[in-house]
């Protein structure tokens, strides 16, 4: 059996009553990872030299009472794109395999200033493209319920980490799902907030247009928790924006008496499993229960909204990704001239997956593809953004699945198509950068964990806190139970 996963809460209480050291805490995560992260692979690196320093600066600043935040000593880490001073930052590739990033992302420069414990760096999809952590160049990373399973991706590390008590709470990014993916696969918390409210300064880009900083973490009360220290406006982020003071740990409890539940059927009608389409039944009911209004409700296009996610984002890639060329930024291949060296190294260092959606977005920007396919999902993007916005004058948030099935085997062929459409619920809240979150809610016929997702309003990430706390306390507490995989 697995122990219990953190409770982030908990252990911020601990500290504060003193029954309990950042040492401790930090030493309980070198423990597990020692214990369990040969079968998971969460970790693609593991700093005990710089956590433990950080610890021991952690208590002495509460020795004199001095702590910088409430969060001062709390380990965490983070998906292997976010930049952090002296350590590697790999994207999981071997095109950066060697690469020491020189400043910290701002993400975890405000982690670390409000005295945080960076542990280490976790285990991706190769720069982000893919829904199982199976693409990454470094590593395969395994469920903690099932190690026969995938984690789901693209952040699959970070919701590994976390479904396996390894750390507290963990940082990722989701572009099209790639966080509460992950988080539902691993039966965690996953939390999307609106485009622009995490800096998304000193993470390496997929595609910039729709990438979000995301958050793991075992509750909904501690992914607003930590959305607290991160909700801040940032000028080195030029997609940075201006929002009201965050006051989520306030928000979280106050129920959803009153609020109106909009039950989208492209959801509701998706290629989701009975199980799934149960569960988000019962969802609907206990949101009902607890003094919710739901009623149906439906976007224009749903059959166009994955192809549109996918055409944009790899054109964004193929943007994005054309400075890794082994001059500028990476490893070199050999080649007698600069352009067979970048041709060289493309072709020698990039995986499988990054190669296609390169190649993808390069294609759809041809002059024979431009105005056939790249320009009509521009146009079905702004329909699906301009679609929430009057959805958002009736409804205060959208329910749904997070994923149509549980977790896909390790060793299971899935083709293109079924990749694509594990992001098939996801992707929505991407394309019109509203905030989304899954919470765990149930069990699929394996025993695997199930999420149920809620999207808001733009700037209105306490609406899903609520919510996701009715359902939360509703269908998971109730002896669903934790990862028992190890």
Not at 190 to 218: H, N
Request: charged share 20%; proline share 5%.
């Amino acid at each position: 059996m697995m122990e219990k996963q953190w409770s982030l809460r908990e252990s911020v209480a601990a500290l504060v009553a003193g029954r309990v050291t950042s040492r401790e805490l930090v030493m309980r995560s070198l423990a597990r990872i020692e214990e369990c992260d040969a079968a998971v692979g969460a970790f693609l690196l593991v700093d005990t030299e710089g956590a433990l320093r950080a610890a021991a600066e952690s208590d002495r600043r509460w020795t004199e009472g001095l702590p910088l935040s409430p969060l001062d000593g709390i380990p965490f880490a983070v998906k292997d794109n976010f930049c952090a001073k002296g350590l590697k930052t790999t994207c999981a590739s071997r095109f950066l395999e060697d690469y020491v990033s020189p400043h910290d992302a701002t993400a975890v420069s405000l982690l670390k200033g409000a005295g945080c414990v960076l542990m280490g760096k976790l285990n991706m999809d190769e720069f982000a493209m893919g829904s199982s952590t199976r693409s990454s160049a470094l590593g395969l990373t395994r469920n903690p319920w099932d190690v026969s399973r995938v984690p789901g991706g693209s952040s699959g590390g970070s919701a590994a980490a976390v479904a396996a008590g390894e750390v507290p709470f963990a940082l990722g990014t989701d572009t099209g799902g790639s966080v509460r993916q992950p988080a539902s696969f691993c039966g965690v918390v996953g939390l999307k907030p609106t485009y622009g409210v995490i800096s998304r300064y000193g993470v390496a880009s997929f595609a910039s247009s729709m990438d979000a900083v995301g958050v793991v973490t075992p509750s909904v009360e501690d992914a607003a928790l930590v959305l607290e220290c991160l909700a801040v406006r940032d000028p080195l982020d030029a997609t940075s924006r201006s929002h009201p003071a965050p006051q989520f740990i306030r928000d979280t409890d106050q129920g959803v008496e009153g609020l109106r539940i909009g039950v989208l059927s492209e959801f509701a009608e998706a290629a989701c499993s009975p199980r799934v389409q149960a569960l988000l039944r019962q969802g609907i009911d206990q949101l009902v229960l607890a003094g919710a209004e739901a009623r149906g409700a439906s976007l224009p296009r749903p059959d166009q909204a994955l192809l549109c996610y996918c055409a944009l984002s790899a054109v964004e890639a193929a943007s994005n990704l054309a400075r890794y060329d082994g001059v500028r930024y990476g490893r070199t291949a050999n080649g007698s001239t600069p352009m067979e060296r970048a041709s060289n190294s493309r072709g020698k260092y990039f995986g499988h997956e990054v190669k296609s959606r390169i190649l993808l977005g390069t294609a759809l920007l041809t002059d024979d593809m431009r105005e056939s396919h790249y320009r009509p999902a521009r146009h079905i993007r702004e329909q699906v953004s301009e679609a929430f916005r009057a959805l958002f004058a009736s409804y205060d948030l959208i329910i749904g699945p997070t994923t149509p099935t549980g977790a896909f085997g390790m060793d299971e062929r899935l083709t293109d198509l079924q990749m694509r459409e594990m992001d098939l619920c996801t992707v929505y809240a991407n394309l019109a950068g509203l905030p989304a979150i899954t919470v765990p809610a149930g069990l699929d016929e394996n025993g695997m964990p199930l999420g149920l997702q809620l999207i808001a309003p733009s700037f209105r990430e306490e609406l899903l806190f609520r919510g996701g706390r009715v359902l939360e306390n509703a269908l998971w507490r109730k002896g669903e139970g934790h990862a028992r995989g190890l």
